[in-house]
């Protein structure tokens, strides 16, 4: 009969995570330079097919990587908002290639309302542990808004208040890519990020009656 000392030991391999936002907020700035710029005409309407191909060949590589790395990270709430953004800029470039003389999509816009609703509730989601990056979907999620009226048919300036609302996105992606790399490079956090509950704790350490999440998940950060 064996004894407990002959039972099998269970082993936990862990592999540390960096954040996956600071990717994520990249792709995103990249993303809303490029289109901002396009609406606000900083590009000529001509060039519709290279910004296409920048959105694919860029965004939504960083975005894709960055959702899937958040889910595992086993931060649902940053992958939903890192997928929807993925997803989007894939059919907003997509979009740009088939049709790319800079004509108004319905359908273009139907699908921008569609993600700037999904978008606007990620951003509700992720407020509760990290209220700066779910700042910065939501103003995202105002750009999709305002560029999903002008598809629609809406005047020129709804196109021109987009590619605004985009370049408050750059500022804000920039920073969260900055504090959150210079956060993973220094393993504490150096720049504000504004993070609560659970998100302060993962980066900052679990309070004492948190431990009970370690001791059942051990070694995983549950939020980015």
Same mark, same amino acid.
Do not use: K, N
């Given at each position: 009969m064996n004894s407990a000392a002959d039972a099998p030991v269970p082993r936990v391999s862990l592999r540390p995570v960096g954040s996956p936002l600071s990717i994520g907020m990249a792709g995103l700035g990249i993303a809303s330079l490029i289109q901002s710029g396009y609406d606000l005409h900083w590009i000529a309407g001509s060039e519709a097919l290279k910004v296409g191909l920048i959105l694919i060949a860029v965004p939504f590589v960083m975005q894709g990587l960055a959702t899937i790395f958040a889910y595992l990270a086993r931060d649902g709430? /940053? =992958?939903? &908002?890192?997928?929807? $953004? +993925?997803?989007?800029?894939?059919?907003?470039?997509?979009?740009? @290639?088939?049709?790319?003389?800079?004509?108004?999509?319905?359908?273009?816009?139907?699908?921008?309302?569609?993600?700037?609703?999904?978008?606007g509730l990620a951003a509700v989601a992720v407020m509760s542990a990290k209220p700066l990056p779910a700042a910065v979907f939501g103003v995202?999620?105002?750009?999709?808004?305002?560029?999903?009226?002008?598809?629609?048919?809406?005047?020129?300036?709804?196109?021109?208040?987009?590619?605004?609302?985009?370049?408050?996105?750059? /500022? =804000?992606? &920039?920073?969260?890519? $900055? +504090?959150?790399?210079?956060?993973?490079?220094?393993?504490?956090? @150096?720049?504000?990020?504004?993070?609560?509950?659970?998100?302060?704790d993962a980066v900052a350490g679990a309070p004492a009656e948190a431990l009970d999440d370690v001791l059942h998940d051990p070694g995983v950060r549950q939020t980015t």
């Open positions: 709430t /940053a =992958g939903y &908002a890192l997928g929807v $953004l +993925a997803a989007s800029w894939l059919a907003i470039g997509l979009v740009h @290639v088939a049709a790319p003389a800079d004509r108004r999509s319905g359908a273009l816009g139907l699908m921008m309302l569609a993600s700037a609703g999904m978008l995202e999620a105002l750009r999709f808004a305002l560029a999903g009226i002008y598809e629609l048919g809406g005047p020129a300036f709804w196109r021109h208040f987009a590619g605004i609302a985009g370049l408050v996105v750059i /500022a =804000g992606a &920039a920073y969260c890519a $900055l +504090a959150f790399a210079l956060e993973d490079q220094q393993r504490r956090p @150096v720049l504000p990020t504004l993070r609560r509950g659970r998100g302060r």
